[in-house]
Protein backbone atom coordinates (compact mmCIF):
# COMPACT_ATOMS: atom_id res chain seq x y z
CA UNK A 1 0.00 0.00 0.00
CA UNK A 2 1.60 3.54 -0.92
CA UNK A 3 1.56 6.05 1.80
CA UNK A 4 2.84 10.14 1.27
CA UNK A 5 3.10 11.97 4.08
CA UNK A 6 3.71 15.93 3.94
CA UNK A 7 5.62 17.86 6.12
CA UNK A 8 6.97 21.57 6.58
CA UNK A 9 4.06 23.36 5.96
CA UNK A 10 3.34 26.64 8.63
CA UNK A 11 2.68 30.27 8.15
CA UNK A 12 5.53 32.82 7.37
CA UNK A 13 6.08 35.89 6.07
CA UNK A 14 6.05 37.16 2.30
CA UNK A 15 9.72 36.77 1.30
CA UNK A 16 10.79 34.02 3.92
CA UNK A 17 11.43 30.55 2.68
CA UNK A 18 10.01 27.29 3.74
CA UNK A 19 10.97 23.67 2.97
CA UNK A 20 8.25 20.86 2.11
CA UNK A 21 9.04 17.46 2.14
CA UNK A 22 7.33 14.13 1.18
CA UNK A 23 8.25 10.52 2.54
CA UNK A 24 6.66 8.01 0.04
CA UNK A 25 6.60 4.03 1.43
CA UNK A 26 5.33 0.98 -0.19
CA UNK A 27 6.15 2.98 -3.63
CA UNK A 28 8.73 2.25 -6.39
CA UNK A 29 10.33 5.70 -7.21
CA UNK A 30 12.13 4.51 -9.75
CA UNK A 31 11.53 5.60 -13.33
CA UNK A 32 8.14 7.11 -11.71
CA UNK A 33 7.14 10.81 -10.62
CA UNK A 34 6.60 12.48 -7.91
CA UNK A 35 5.17 15.71 -7.73
CA UNK A 36 3.73 18.57 -5.80
CA UNK A 37 0.59 20.24 -6.58
CA UNK A 38 -1.50 22.92 -4.57
CA UNK A 39 -5.04 23.89 -3.79
CA UNK A 40 -6.06 27.73 -2.10
CA UNK A 41 -9.64 28.30 -1.26
CA UNK A 42 -11.93 28.61 -3.51
CA UNK A 43 -9.52 27.95 -6.61
CA UNK A 44 -8.99 24.69 -8.18
CA UNK A 45 -5.94 22.46 -7.30
CA UNK A 46 -2.99 23.32 -9.79
CA UNK A 47 0.28 21.75 -10.59
CA UNK A 48 3.07 23.09 -8.53
CA UNK A 49 6.59 21.00 -9.71
CA UNK A 50 7.41 17.72 -10.78
CA UNK A 51 10.52 15.19 -10.89
CA UNK A 52 11.26 12.02 -12.59
CA UNK A 53 13.32 9.82 -11.20
CA UNK A 54 15.91 8.16 -13.38
CA UNK A 55 16.90 5.19 -11.34
CA UNK A 56 20.05 5.87 -9.21
CA UNK A 57 22.78 7.05 -10.28
CA UNK A 58 21.59 8.02 -13.90
CA UNK A 59 21.26 11.48 -15.10
CA UNK A 60 17.85 12.14 -16.76
CA UNK A 61 17.74 15.50 -18.89
CA UNK A 62 15.04 17.95 -18.21
CA UNK A 63 13.46 16.02 -15.17
CA UNK A 64 11.59 18.36 -13.14
CA UNK A 65 9.10 20.72 -14.46
CA UNK A 66 7.73 23.72 -12.82
CA UNK A 67 4.33 25.74 -13.13
CA UNK A 68 5.29 28.97 -14.53
CA UNK A 69 4.34 31.60 -11.18
CA UNK A 70 7.08 29.85 -8.94
CA UNK A 71 9.71 29.27 -11.62
CA UNK A 72 13.05 30.74 -10.11
CA UNK A 73 11.37 30.66 -6.65
CA UNK A 74 11.07 27.00 -6.04
CA UNK A 75 12.86 23.77 -6.48
CA UNK A 76 11.93 20.25 -6.29
CA UNK A 77 14.20 17.97 -5.61
CA UNK A 78 14.27 14.68 -4.33
CA UNK A 79 16.46 12.03 -2.58
CA UNK A 80 14.97 8.05 -3.06
CA UNK A 81 11.82 8.41 -1.59
CA UNK A 82 11.49 11.90 -0.17
CA UNK A 83 10.57 14.40 -2.51
CA UNK A 84 11.29 18.46 -1.38
CA UNK A 85 10.45 21.44 -2.79
CA UNK A 86 12.41 24.40 -1.63
CA UNK A 87 10.50 27.36 -1.46
CA UNK A 88 12.04 30.96 -1.35
CA UNK A 89 10.44 34.57 -1.82
CA UNK A 90 7.42 33.13 -1.00
CA UNK A 91 4.36 35.60 -1.87
CA UNK A 92 1.12 35.75 -0.22
CA UNK A 93 -0.16 34.47 -3.16
CA UNK A 94 1.52 30.77 -3.02
CA UNK A 95 -1.00 30.36 0.38
CA UNK A 96 -2.45 26.83 0.00
CA UNK A 97 -2.76 23.64 1.10
CA UNK A 98 0.31 22.15 -0.61
CA UNK A 99 -0.09 18.06 -1.57
CA UNK A 100 2.55 15.40 -2.50
CA UNK A 101 1.30 12.96 -5.34
CA UNK A 102 2.93 9.88 -7.23
CA UNK A 103 2.63 8.39 -10.36
CA UNK A 104 4.03 6.06 -12.69
CA UNK A 105 6.35 6.37 -15.95
CA UNK A 106 7.02 9.89 -16.33
CA UNK A 107 4.40 12.88 -15.92
CA UNK A 108 3.54 16.64 -16.28
CA UNK A 109 1.77 18.77 -14.24
CA UNK A 110 -2.17 17.20 -15.00
CA UNK A 111 -3.26 15.77 -11.59
CA UNK A 112 -5.27 13.34 -13.36
CA UNK A 113 -2.36 11.22 -14.18
CA UNK A 114 -1.34 10.90 -10.40
CA UNK A 115 -2.73 7.95 -8.66
CA UNK A 116 -1.48 8.28 -5.39
CA UNK A 117 -1.65 11.29 -2.88
CA UNK A 118 -0.89 12.79 0.34
CA UNK A 119 -3.25 14.20 3.01
CA UNK A 120 -1.68 17.73 2.48
CA UNK A 121 0.68 20.39 4.27
CA UNK A 122 -1.19 24.07 4.87
CA UNK A 123 1.20 26.68 3.70
CA UNK A 124 0.15 30.54 4.60
CA UNK A 125 2.20 33.45 4.03
CA UNK A 126 1.16 36.87 4.72
CA UNK A 127 2.29 40.66 3.69
Known amino acids: QVRLVESGGGSVQAGEPLRLSCAAS????????MAWFRQAPGKEREGVATIYDGGDGIYVADSTSYTDSVKGRFTIFQAKNTVYLQMNSLKPEDTAMYYCAAGSGRLGLNQWNYIHWGQGTQVTVSS
Open 26 to 33: GYDYKWNT
